[in-house]
């Protein structure tokens, strides 16, 4: 079985696919400080729980943060005899690579988004994720990554909105009743809320308006259903986009290791 892990700059994401069906998606904080003991403490007690076998032999790992990346590599070699395959280095290779400019580094969530979405919606797309950084990844026709947007994550902006204005409170993301607020924390919301449905709205407009062809806007991320909420924003959620792109990548791989 194939162990995928996500990780991100607020939680990280482990799944664990059987070659057909994902059989458990676990998830906890990011912290570099974290050992390949603990992790495997942590993951063996969940699995158990789950009833979930502990047979794996692969590991991918997508990581946009590089200092977890070490103890994510030892947990793989230590307790499952396996070289994980990186997303973004050299030897992970990728079904299509990125068409941007030269000497780019693209983030490896964008490249695993981009692999997803095009494996299960064909081109011509927008992946819209909202993570700590509300990122748009432009996909092809042919599947390749070629350029995108990235803007300040919802919970990023509320933070600061909070931690900038002494008398302003931190208020949870949702959809408000109204467009104007009569309280304090009803106008933080619609202001928030509203905000970001102008700026995806405003963004994907603008992507669709520069690629001149019709386009899919696909999105992924904790807070995407919020702003799917009975509107046409966005075409389809894909809860699980982003370890489908990994488990793609780790195919593809394992496809040219057999030529």
């Known amino acids: ?35 390949a003991d603990q992790y495997y403490v942590w993951l063996s007690a969940l699995l158990n729980h789950h009833k979930i076998p502990m047979d794996i032999n692969a590991v991918i790992i997508s990581s946009t943060v590089p ?32 068409r941007v400019d030269a000497g780019t580094a693209v983030g490896p969530d964008r490249l695993v988004n981009t692999a997803g979405a095009y494996d299960r919606y064909g081109g011509d797309l927008i992946v819209v994720d909202f993570g700590t950084a509300t990122t748009f990844d432009v996909v092809a026709h042919d599947g390749a990554y070629v350029g995108g947007v990235i803007a300040p994550g ?22 408000p009743a109204r467009v104007i607020g009569t309280n ?38 904790g807070l995407a259903p919020l702003f799917g909420q009975g509107d046409t924003l966005l075409d389809q ?23």
């Open 237 to 259: 959620f894909d809860e699980t986009l982003t370890i489908h792109g990994l488990t793609v990548i780790h195919q593809y791989n394992k496809d040219q290791d057999n030529l």
């Open 154 to 175: 919802v919970n990023l902006s509320l933070q600061a909105l909070h931690e900038a204005a002494a008398a302003l409170p931190h208020v949870d993301v949702t959809k």
């Open 67 to 98: 200092r977890v990346v070490f103890n994510l590599r030892v947990l793989a070699d230590r307790y499952f005899n396996s070289r994980p395959l990186v997303v973004g280095k050299p030897e992970c290779l990728l079904p299509t690579m990125p």
């Open 184 to 221: 304090t924390v009803a106008c933080m919301q619609s202001g928030v809320f509203w905000g970001y449905v102008g700026l995806v709205r405003g963004i994907c407009d603008q992507i669709k308006a520069e690629y001149e062809r019709p386009m899919r806007v696909i999105s992924t991320g």
């Open 1 to 35: 079985m194939l162990l995928a892990i996500d990780c991100g700059n607020t939680n990280t994401v482990f799944s664990i696919w059987d070659g057909t069906h994902i059989l458990c998606t676990l998830r906890t904080s990011t912290e570099h400080q974290r050992t």
